[in-house]
């Protein structure tokens, strides 16, 4: 007499199951990560029909039930699978895995930004939001900015969105670029990241707070006072008729053309960090100063 086994039937209709949703899915489009997650409870709809349709058709007077475990085992290990993916798509888990797998680069226009200086307007300062920026003098009287932003958001707007404000108060102008974008769930990182130029008059005082941000100053014919505080790798590219006096302080790094730096003064460095030097360098009479203050490495490049 044949013996029916509780769970052969459930495991064979989960498989025939999950067979027709994948294949659904590769015929119609179907997002694979939510038919993961929405089909798995019908396996357990199906193991308790099973057992009481046992019950319910069985001759017996005292039905016994004989479990196939081996079958019962891969429909628990199927439901556990679809519980995973419930979890880990309500932590997120899932959606970074697919947007992450899915994402790529994109190149988006800055939204050029330039403004005139009027006669009230001495000075220029400028937050780089931790932003790697150039900065170039210019002879004409304005201000301007443009560049590139390149990211992994998929983002439609994000060509649209602002990332740079210029505010007039008084004598200055204050120019504020915002820190990008970013999104992280554990190992998959999504970037943004600007590749931007501002061009500042060569007749106003320039002050640039870099935030850490790598930057390069091309000062032409320099004709005021600039200073950069905080800048991880300043480079410096520097007009040879140009008259510039250049003073690093508490630099830690000389690059480029080292040999044209007149070291003044060292610190003693402690367990804590490494020692910082003070140096300078000077082209024709150094009527004008580019200032460099606590900033790590230095790199200085001469234009013929």
Known sequence: ??????????????LLLLGIYLLLSQLMGFNIEHIMISWWPIILVILGLEILLFLLFSRKEKPFLKYDFISIFFVGVLGMSGIGFALLSS???LQSVNAYMNSEEHTYDL????TAIG???????????GNPISV???DLNEVSMFGTVHSTLADAEMSKKEYVSMIEKGDTLYINIKKMPEYTNGPFNHY?????????PVGLQLEVDAKGSAITVKPRSLKSDWTVDGSSDLSVILEEASDVSLLAEGVQELGGDEKDWTITD????DSYSEPAFDASFKTGEGSHSLQIVNGYRVSLHMMK
């Open 91 to 93: 932590s997120g888990v």
């Open 192 to 200: 943004t990241s600007m590749d931007a130029t501002l061009l500042v």
């Open 111 to 114: 939204q050029g930004m330039e």
């Open 119 to 129: 006669e009230n307007i001495k000075r220029v300062v400028v937050d780089t939001g």
């Open 1 to 14: 007499m044949r013996t029916w086994r509780v769970g052969t039937f459930s495991m064979g209709a989960a």
């Open 136 to 138: 170039e003098g210019t």
């Open 266 to 269: 060292r610190e003693e460095a």
